[in-house]
């Protein structure tokens, strides 16, 4: 790539930036559940800066696709720098794609982020979960207690029979879960899943989310298109101002 359409291309990522700095630096509306630039918003402009990046690697490289290793490399590290910037006496590395948070020295917790649930099928989160957990119990001498499960967006993993055996919302299709009407419905089938997470032992205290209605890479390549975008207003719970209480509160 070069001449005229590297310049383009230089061009459109770099107001890719500007318009995600200007999107995270707004104000909330009233409508939205936190005033000014909340944490939440802040960690979904950092997620989607991650991706903003890993696109420029794959086009400087001449790479086919973006690494995913890479991309949960670096999205375990800005989670680390978020948390060490609003809690006091924490010390975050990532160790073979989990972000450990130690105090004096201890491991207190260890979180795995993980950018979606699209590649199952809603009703397997449990599954899912479950599957991580084993893996690394074994892998890094973990207990369950110790496990933090942070999911960026749940674009793509709603299903709509799912969502009614356990809430009896009634919906055509999972994507329609997102829309503003079903708003309280979605907030309770996901407390609804976070409930059945066997495979925790405080699932309401180990699982976070963020937004459920747009994937942090779906919103950097509509702001590399140069396409109307805006960051999520509204925030799943349990989220991640929770999550920064949460750990917060141990000892």
Known sequence: MGGEK?????????????QLESLASEQDGQGGECRGPCAEKQLFAMLTRVYLKEEEVRVRQKLKRKSSQR????????????????????EFAVVEGLLFAKKEGKVLAVLKCIPDLGSYDTHSWN????????????????????????????????????????????????????????????????????????????????????SAEIHPNVLACQLIQGETAALPDRWLRPSISELIQYLDSLP
């Open 71 to 90: 991309i949960s490399r670096v999205l375990h590290e800005t989670m680390g720098d978020f948390l060490a910037q609003r809690l006091t006496g924490y």
């Open 127 to 210: 599954a899912t979960i479950a599957r991580f957990v084993k893996q690394y119990q074994k892998r890094c001498q973990l207990t369950a207690e110790q496990l933090l499960f942070v999911v960026c967006s749940l674009s793509k993993s709603l299903d709509a029979a799912h969502a009614k055996a356990l809430t009896g919302i009634e919906v055509w299709s999972g994507t329609a879960l997102t829309a503003p009407a079903y708003r309280e419905a979605l907030q309770a089938y996901v407390r609804k899943c976070v409930e059945t997470m066997e495979a925790l032992p405080a699932p309401s205290r180990q699982i976070y989310f963020l």
């Open 6 to 18: 590297q310049e383009r291309w230089e061009k459109s990522m770099a107001d890719a930036y500007r």
